[in-house]
């Protein structure tokens, strides 16, 4: 049975009564318990007065009553519906939202169970991660740099943090405002110790500043906007040499303490069970995660919590009597700031500060304005959506299955509910009818505009046609090309799509030169499309030198990993193996995405050969060849890999290794069957022969091996010059 926890605001009674708090809302709990504690004998005299209010303002007409004091019973029926409904799309464990008319919340409710073992009901003060909505409080943080610090939004962000430099000396024009609209140019994301278990890594904005030095620029800065969360990681740099205080200090100082948003925290240690929403993976409970890249994703926080900050933005910078930011501060986030190679605008994708649309298309299908920033951590997703000409905002954030997508169409339909309920709109928009456009005849000329080969951050794609004429979109994984898209034909808007699926569809365009494959998809809560840039064509360039030749097929293992105890990944595959992609052209090879070699550096891969903006040109790398001893490791933007080939071999008996100098890890290769004791590790990792984790254990220990395979491989993690002993016995 799904539980849940409802918040609403009793209907055209003072804003005072029972709390007085000025707030107007009350808290009721499927336990009984009072979010704001009231007597149990207020709790059965609201249900009635609540009961009293409805059926007496059923009947009311909205243009006699003023937004904020519309009692949005339809709304909160039909969106406890939708809630519901999305919970059982996607298995989540747990949704939390909140909806709110300007000044007040109107409604929040939880379903679902935080904890499932021991039976613990998500209520509106369960902490989520929001991923990265988190980086709405970044941009909030670096307005109030600018209103009290005197940080410029155009100036060079080496002003203020005289540390930074990157290997493209254009780094110098990156500004301030360049972190908050993804304009920077930066590779995108650094992976290392982002997330971890167990423990925090809390220099995490250290180790980025400190990794870009070795890293080149992806674009022109100002050229394109594409998401890159290493911008807002900045922002904590840009913090810390402001102000002198670590960001997370100034984020609950400045921001949540203001806006009393006392819940909202970036975790240093265990969150009390039952106070936060576990998430779950195929039904098993998963540890907490902290996500340490604080400005751009890390934060846990609450829908009571998010509510405040929605309320915050609403009143152009202003909770209750508290003004956080200048209303010309809210204003400038809320602009579109989108840089200027930009082909195919998108509605979702229209940058402010912070947000990831300032024209949310779904309420622009509909006449009306509105902000939306969405966020993913794993097992977490969330969505905000403020609409201030409406005067409504939604925030929705959910586990174990909740995407930002999921989320945001959740909030999309809750404020369409909304306006619809009040007479803002007319009614429900319509969604959109499937049903195929007619065709146009095709011709060689369009044939020839849309066949080739393909590149975006998720690798390699290949259109082609069949014998009938009929359109093919193949992607490239280990496992081969997969057809993702069949039977295309060309409409007569110029787009191409199947019969089966007629509101997804592809077209290119050429644009600064290059040719693109673009794409089209229902949007939101289904009433509008998006489209955006989806690939961008590969030109046909030399074969791979000889020394590149002689890496293919050759991997490496992942070597600087966080080595305290506190694990990257429990499922992260710790390789980087070097391919061809089958059937491509020569002289394209794939790492972490696709590459070719760099004419200027044949030591360095050249991953940040595609320029998409918005969202499939993100996280894309440079591969770099350093020499470490005999042997050629591999530096991949923040991460550091070793030769599998070198790695130790190991038969039966007792084995003493030692940590280098540098600290980092020590891979070794075990036999597939037996057992392993470990001493003198502060964590070690045993994977099986093809690398699936087996065992994960903090200081001494035993396991037996996989039994599977022919080896299996061992990590073992230690501060610089420990030494380890291993026992392996039959």
């Known amino acids: 049975m799904i539980r849940s926890c409802f918040i609403t605001r009793i209907c055209a009674l003072p804003p005072n009564w029972l709390t007085g708090q000025g707030k107007g809302i009350i808290g009721i709990s499927s336990g009984n318990h009072f979010t704001d504690k009231i007597s149990r004998f207020s709790t059965a005299f609201v249900a009635f007065i609540c009961l009293t209010a409805s059926l007496l303002l059923a009947g009311c007409s909205s243009s006699n009553t003023s937004s904020n004091d519309f009692p949005y019973f339809r709304t909160i029926a039909q969106g406890r519906a939708a809630a519901l409904q999305a919970m059982t799309d996607t298995g989540s464990s747990s949704i939390s939202l909140a909806f709110v008319d300007k000044g007040r919340v109107i409604w929040a409710e939880s379903f679902g169970l935080a904890d499932k073992e021991n039976s613990i009901t998500a209520t509106p003060d369960t902490l989520y991660c929001i991923g990265s909505t988190s980086k709405m409080f970044a941009a909030v943080a670096t307005m109030l740099l600018v209103e009290r610090w005197g940080v410029s939004l155009d100036e060079p962000l080496t002003t203020y943090i005289k540390s930074f430099t990157m290997a493209s000396p254009e780094y110098r024009q990156i500004t301030v405002r360049m972190l908050l609209n993804h304009s920077t140019g930066f590779p995108g994301s650094s992976s290392l110790n982002a997330e971890t278990i167990g423990s ?30 290493d911008g807002f990681t900045m922002v904590e740099n840009l913090v810390s040499a402001v102000t002198g205080k670590s960001y997370a200090e100034f984020v609950r100082n400045e921001i949540l303490d203001p806006l009393g948003m006392t819940k909202s925290i970036y975790p240093s240690g265990a969150i009390p069970p039952g106070t936060y929403a576990k998430t779950y993976a195929s039904g098993v409970s998963q540890p907490q995660q902290f996500v340490n890249s604080y400005g751009s994703g890390g934060l846990y926080s609450t829908a009571s919590d998010m509510a405040r900050f929605a309320m915050m933005i609403l009143n152009q910078g202003v909770y209750g009597s508290t003004r956080l930011l200048a209303d010309a501060s809210v204003g400038e986030m809320g602009k579109d700031q989108t840089a200027p190679f930009n082909p195919m605008p998108c509605d979702a994708f229209r940058y402010g500060l912070g947000w990831d649309s300032v024209t949310q298309p779904g309420l622009k299908a509909v006449g009306l304005s509105a902000w939306q920033k969405g966020g993913d951590a794993t097992n977490y997703g969330s969505s905000l959506i403020v609409s201030s000409g409406a005067g409504l905002a939604v925030f929705v954030v959910g586990a174990s299955g909740l995407s930002s997508t999921t989320a945001g169409a959740l909030a999309e339909e809750i404020l369409l509910l909304a306006l619809a309920e009040r007479g803002t709109i007319a009614s429900m928009p319509q969604k959109l009818a499937s049903s195929p456009s007619p065709t146009q005849p095709l011709t060689p000329q369009d044939q020839a505009d849309l066949v080739g080969y393909y590149g975006n951050n998720e690798g390699a794609i290949h259109v082609s046609f069949d014998a009938d004429s009929l359109g093919i979109i193949d992607k490239w994984s280990t496992s081969g090309w997969t057809t993702t898209f069949g039977n295309l034909k060309l409409r007569n808007d110029g787009w191409y799509s199947s019969d089966e699926n007629p509101l997804t569809a592809v077209t290119t365009i050429t644009a600064g030169g290059r040719r693109y494959l673009a794409i089209r998809y229902v949007g939101g809560y289904g009433h509008y499309t998006n489209q955006l840039l989806y690939a961008q064509q590969l030109p046909a360039i030399t074969a791979i030198p000889t020394d590149w030749q ?20 429990q499922t992260e595959d710790p390789r980087l193996t070097i391919t061809t992609v089958s059937g491509m052209p020569a002289g394209y090879l794939m790492g972490t995405n696709l590459g070719v070699v760099d004419t200027g550096d044949p030591d360095r891969l050249n991953g940040m050969i595609l320029l998409i903006p918005t ?116």
Not at 200 to 229: M, R
Request: charged residues 15%.
């Open 200 to 229: 925090p890594f809390t220099t995490y904005a250290a180790t980025v500043l400190a990794s870009l030095a070795n890293q080149k620029l992806k674009h022109q800065p100002g050229y394109l906007s594409v998401y890159s969360n």
């Open 550 to 569: 002689t890496r293919v097929g050759n991997t490496w293992l992942l070597a600087n990993e966080l080595s305290y105890g506190a694990e990257f990944s």
């Open 615 to 730: 969202l499939f040109g993100r996280d894309l790398t440079d591969i770099v060849v350093e020499r470490h001893g005999s042997g050629q490791w591999l530096r991949c933007g923040s991460l550091f890999f070793r030769p599998l080939a070198d790695v130790p071999v190991l038969g039966t008996g007792v084995t003493v290794v030692t940590i280098g100098s540098e600290g980092y890890t020590q891979w070794l290769k075990l036999p597939s069957s037996g057992f392993v004791t470990v001493t003198g590790a502060s964590a070690w990792k045993l994977y099986d022969a093809d690398f699936k984790l087996q065992t994960s254990i903090d200081g001494n220990g035993a396991a037996g091996l996989p039994g599977t395979g022919s080896e299996s491989y061992l990590v073992a993690f230690g501060q610089a010059n420990t030494t380890i002993q291993l026992n392996v016995t039959p």
